[in-house]
């Protein structure tokens, strides 16, 4: 997020405010880069996850935190909701349920202490995938089978991949199973070509039935990059197969390069890449890396909220909420909250099923008309002055709400929910940061200054 510095004009006006002072010592602050301690304030941060959760660190190494650890990835404190991967053996692609055709693997235990193979949590080794000197197409896929959801059902597929030799272009495939195999694909499918070398994205295909499509390339530790997939399948699908083609690259002066999935095996020297933590979640987003082996398994909600230490209680009905946030996407099945002080529409501030960026008080609502971006750091505000309400983005005001039954004191006398609501359900899925609460109704300049 680009930062909003003031000018000379506006710090003059800053420094003869009203709210002079406040600015600098806000009433609770929490910076939630690598704790959960407040800076210079009482207060104190309370987190719970049932399960051990992976993140990725400042370094981009796959890392991963104990029960009840919070996780602080660059863009701050990732809060994520519950989520299961339902792929098994999702490091191990010897496994006979992990299908290969045209294609055979290699590891560190056939192949001596090869550094490459290290993987993107760099403790543990990946495996390389190579073609074989067969005609036809080189893959490797993962059926999974579930009962027919009955409605439209989002779903996400991850991998971590990175070049070995030969090739730099691989396309991956979400798709219904074919009943054959072998490089075939089913009726409903969402797939695109992905450029290994410098992380493009290109000639994205889908059915008809398909929607909300989006893919995307997170580089990680290593030369590795995470691939994602995203898609809403129609509700009579009862299984989907997720699959990785290698591709043979070929440049022709009249077409330019040409991308054959249908190749000759190139004997001796084969085309390969390295594959490592397979993921497939029914999530509109593609959440932190779940280890699973025989089975099925489930990370925890992160679950974040303040108590006050009830050091408050101003009866002006003056407070504003300052917090940094990005969401991991934009689309949802729920609200999400950012902040909550109880309940599901009372003095929040949250991402609609959309994305866009509202507030709520006293079951009365406003929203930005402009939806926001996944994996886009934001600075969000939200300020009530006795009933009156307004909402910024970025040090703007964006939307408005004038409310004719105001609230005496709007500032929380006990705790203040972080990534969710008091039900712990409509989880942020995101980062938040630099969480401020003032105990005046700061003013638009002050607002873009702090």
Known sequence: MARIYPSLGSLQNQLNSPNHGILDTPALNFPFKDNLNPLGTNGSAVFTRSTVGTYINRFGVVTTAAIDAPRFEKFGLLLESPSTNILKYSEDLSQSSVWKYNATYSSIATSGSDSAYLAPDNTTYSYKLLDTGENGIHNIYQDTTFAAPGSQTVYSASIFVKLASNTRTIRFILHTPDGVGHGGMGTEYYSFYADLLDGTIFNEQLSSNVDFTTSFLTPVYGGWYRVNLIARFPGTITGLRFETRLVYETYSGSVGTVYDENYPGTVGNPSAIYLWGAQLESSYYCTSYIKTTTVDVTRGSDNLYINTDNQFNY????????????????????????????????????????????????????????????????????????????LFRNGFRVAEKKNDNPQSNVFPSGRVYIGQNSFATQDLNGHISNFRIYDAALTDDEIRLV
């Open 315 to 390: 009866p002006t009905g003056q407070n504003t909420y300052i917090m940094d946030f990005d969401v991991l996407g934009v689309r949802s099945e729920d609200q999400r909250h950012l902040f909550s002080l109880g309940g599901f529409n009372y003095n929040l501030m949250r991402i609609n099923t959309v994305g866009h960026h509202n507030a709520q008080y006293n079951a009365t609502g406003y929203s930005d008309s402009i939806p926001i971006e996944a994996n886009t750091v934001y600075r969000g505000a939200v300020r009530y002055d006795n009933g009156d309400m307004y």
